[in-house]
């Protein structure tokens, strides 16, 4: 099962990411991101992420979600009893509701995204965008090829840094430090991308014409189970909202 999820095509997955980020966007109510929190939950077994790895990687949803909810809370609409107010901040029974639907909507949003965005890797990524959605070939490869040097400006700044100790550069003003790295790392990364894109160049990435691929991109079985889980998961949101009565629209 495992091995079947991280088959699935990234066009899908990209998809499902849409679909319940419209959904939960339409409306301003608890029910539906909670219902989509338990049921996104039971499929998170099935992910193919270990837990470690799915602690850390959602960390940022997790902090921010609280974060949104207490903004909502300070500085929310103001309707129902008034519990605390200051200034601009007014605590309201209703700022209060409001934040909370919206850090479940945060986590509803959120928590597949980044899961699903794990198990995508870019070439295959490239591969279904150019060949599925038909986006220009010259645009996605040229995107793939910044997001593998991701990983090089990494290992660029800790070089930079290590070069910089040696020097004896680096021992006293921390920001002045970083600052001169990050002009350094700016100037690198345009000396590389120059060579990239001119070897690019060279070898046909940008030529007109009809591409062939490497590896054919497919849409098959597998990524239309994926979709009506999706659907599935929208739909029982959108049904648990309107049917207990607290379907909110957000243009209402």
Do not use: C
């Not at 990209?14 to 989509?36: E, K, N, Q, R």
């Not at 700022?95 to 909370?100: E, F, P």
């Not at 070939?137 to 800790?158: K, P, T």
């Not at 590896?215 to 049917?243: M, Q």
Request: no cysteine; aromatic share 10%.
């Amino acid at each position: 099962m495992t091995s079947a999820i991280l088959r699935v095509n990234p066009v899908a997955k990209l998809a499902v990411s849409f679909l319940l980020g419209i959904t939960l966007v339409l409306t301003l109510d608890w029910v539906s991101a909670t219902v989509a929190i338990v049921l996104e939950s039971i499929l998170f077994f099935w992910a193919g992420v270990s837990w470690r790895t799915f602690w850390l990687r959602t960390l940022p949803v997790w902090t921010a979600a609280p974060l949104v909810a207490l903004t909502i809370a300070l500085y929310g609409r103001v309707s129902g009893h008034s519990y605390f107010e200051w200034y601009l901040v007014q605590v309201t029974s209703g700022s209060i509701t409001l934040a909370i639907a919206t850090a479940l909507r945060v986590l509803a949003i959120g928590l597949p995204a980044v899961v699903l965005f794990i198990t995508i890797d870019p070439t295959d990524l490239a591969d279904g965008l150019a060949q599925l959605v038909r986006l220009p070939a010259r645009f996605v490869l040229g995107s793939l090829a910044a997001l593998r040097l991701v990983g090089l400006f990494i290992d660029d700044w800790r070089s930079l840094e290590l070069a910089r100790r040696a020097r004896g550069v680096a021992d006293r003003g921390r920001l002045r430090r970083f600052a001169g790295q990050v002009f350094a790392l700016l100037v690198l990364s345009i000396r590389r991308g120059s060579k990239l894109a001119t070897a690019m160049e060279a070898r046909g990435f940008g030529a007109s014409g009809q591409r062939t691929w490497a590896r054919e991109a497919s849409f098959g079985s597998r990524e239309w189970v994926l979709v009506a889980l999706g659907v599935a998961i929208a739909a029982a949101a959108i049904s648990a909202s309107v049917l207990t009565g607290h379907w909110n629209f957000i243009g209402s």
